[in-house]
């Protein structure tokens, strides 16, 4: 079974400053795939960043980055430059990425609040 | 470009009652997926079709639950006797599929519906 477990309820930042919001997986997948969503309080899930489990180098995108560690089983998110609007919940979550469930995994969630 | 788009965004309703969801996924995703979300928990994965088959269901659909993807495009969920435990979001996702998008698949979610059960 997979399991996605996010060990920060909350988390806060000033502005102008960079934050990692921790996540850790379980799985004996060999080949998944691990992604962050962002979650405002309006309710929409906004996609943010994906890490294959073989992929050698991290993702980026913008002012997001995964730092993955494979063999801790990590994959945190690193927010660079943090602005207002990036105040919201934060989900990690993860899929097998050859057969088997197409499902997505989702940890608890961080709610991270910027404040100015 | 239209998003995944759901319908209604909230739903309030009598214990007991039927209610019935719409979700429109994102034109060209021939797959799409049902969540359930309740207060401080991630989403939780209900049911998912590629196309018009359902081809994945969780023990948490119970037999109160049923999905429908007709034609390949929009679905429904609809919850027959509601009881008050089924007071949550429920979300929609939506996903080109695998061999089109590789092995990334990203699923892309719509507002949700929020229902409550009185």
């Known amino acids: 079974a997979q399991k996605i477990t996010q060990t920060q309820p909350g988390m806060f930042v000033q502005e102008k400053e960079a934050v990692t919001l921790d996540c850790t997986y379980d799985?004996?997948?060999?080949?998944?795939?691990l992604f962050w969503y962002k979650q405002p309080s309006s309710g929409e899930m906004i996609f943010l960043i994906y890490?294959?489990?073989?992929?050698?180098q991290n993702a980026t995108e913008g002012r997001y980055s995964l730092n993955f560690q494979k063999a801790r089983k990590s994959a945190n998110l690193v927010i660079s430059a943090s602005q207002l609007g990036d105040s919201a919940m934060y989900f990690c979550?993860?899929?097998?990425?050859?057969?088997?469930?197409?499902?997505?995994?989702f940890g608890k969630g961080t709610k991270l609040t910027v404040n100015p | 470009d239209t998003g995944v788009s759901q319908d209604p965004r909230h739903k309030i309703t009598k214990r007991g009652q039927n209610v019935t969801f719409r979700c429109d996924p994102i034109?060209?995703?021939?797959?799409l997926y049902w969540y359930r979300q309740t207060l401080g928990q991630g989403p939780e994965f209900l049911t998912y079709?590629?196309?018009?088959?359902?081809?994945?269901k969780s023990r948490l659909l119970s037999d109160r639950f049923s999905a429908e993807r007709p034609k390949g495009s929009f679905s429904t969920l609809e919850i027959q006797r509601t009881e008050q435990g089924d007071s949550a979001m429920y979300l929609c996702?939506?996903?080109?599929?695998?061999?089109?998008?590789?092995?990334?698949?990203?699923?892309?979610f719509g507002p949700g519906t929020r229902l409550t059960v009185l």
């Open positions: 996702a939506s996903s080109l599929g695998s061999w089109a998008s590789g092995y990334t698949d990203t699923q892309y």
């Open positions: 799985t004996s997948d060999p080949s998944y795939g």
């Open positions: 890490q294959g489990s073989y992929d050698q």
């Open positions: 979550a993860m899929r097998r990425t050859q057969g088997g469930s197409e499902k997505l995994v």
């Open positions: 034109s060209e995703h021939n797959r």
């Open positions: 079709f590629q196309n018009e088959a359902q081809l994945e």
